[in-house]
């Protein structure tokens, strides 16, 4: 029972789809990341749905791209992800003092730095995701969505935590580490696997790339805010993909089978 309720406050939180209403105690947070990759795994379902419409109908690329970005990563999780990263943004490009930037992350308010930035990452993405145009490549791009979640599992198991508050504090306090830790792996392990089989060279050079932006990702958090938020963990999933998301484009331009 404690795993499922972990499973929709998962969902309630970190999705749209509707979830029955329940209370949410400590006791009920232990597994909440062990579920996130299933997010992960919806938001890949419907990209799949939506370009398999896409071909059968002749949607030109641009109409497909828009749509699947605005269904797939802002309809189910309700832009959470993109909101963290736009926060961090704001805070990175402030210059101020480590305080300052924890404040600026809970700041509603959104900067200028912040919106450029997400124009292009939006532009980016959704062009990226229109010339896909296989079954092959939906299925890719659908595990970058596990792949990504599954690996923030296991950094938020790992890191500090920039403030022993907000909602990140409460379901990593919670949570079962060890537990998590081994499920997050699974998730992990799994999805590569399956993006080996897909594109063995674009998986190794995109595998080769996200580690270094963790390890770069990990000393930005240390030097700038003494540990990891919810907005750095959006920031963190946003950047995380578009990598994915860059490289197979970069690909399709070379050749799919060769990458």
């Known amino acids: ?26 006791k009920d947070m232990k597994y909440i990341f062990c579920f996130l990759p299933l997010v992960g795994v919806v938001m890949g379902a419907l990209f799949i749905g939506l370009n398999l419409l896409a071909q059968r109908f ?22 959470i992800h993109m909101d963290g990263f736009m926060d961090t943004i704001d805070a990175l490009s402030s210059h101020k003092s480590r305080d300052d930037k924890i404040r600026i992350l809970d700041d509603p308010h959104t ?3 912040a919106i450029i930035y997400a124009i292009f990452y939006v532009l980016i993405t959704a062009y990226i995701l229109g010339t896909v145009d296989n079954l092959a490549e939906a299925v890719y791009m659908a595990i970058v969505f596990v792949f990504t979640r599954a690996l923030v599992g296991i950094v938020a198991m790992s890191e500090d935590l920039a403030k022993n508050s907000g909602m990140l504090y ?10 998590t830790a081994v499920i997050c792996v699974v ?11 897909l594109a063995p060279v674009r998986s190794i050079i995109t595998l080769g ?18 540990g990891i938020s919810g907005d750095l963990m959006g920031f963190f999933i946003c950047v995380v993909e578009f990598i994915c998301f860059l490289i197979m484009g970069i690909g399709d331009f070379i050749c799919w089978n060769c990458l």
């Open 170 to 179: 409460t379901f990593v306090s919670s949570a079962n580490k060890f537990v």
């Open 58 to 79: 002749n949607v030109p690329e641009t109409a497909f791209g828009i749509i699947s970005f605005a269904v797939a990563m802002l309809l189910v999780n309700g832009g």
């Open 1 to 26: 029972m404690g795993a499922l309720r972990s499973l929709i406050i998962c969902f309630a939180v970190f999705s749209k789809i509707p979830m029955p209403y329940i209370d949410w105690e400590k």
């Open 111 to 113: 900067g200028a730095f």
């Open 209 to 226: 790339v996200v580690f270094i932006f963790v390890m770069l990702f990990q000393n930005m958090n240390r030097k700038h805010f003494g």
């Open 187 to 197: 998730w992990l392990i799994a999805s590569i696997s399956v993006m080996e089989i």
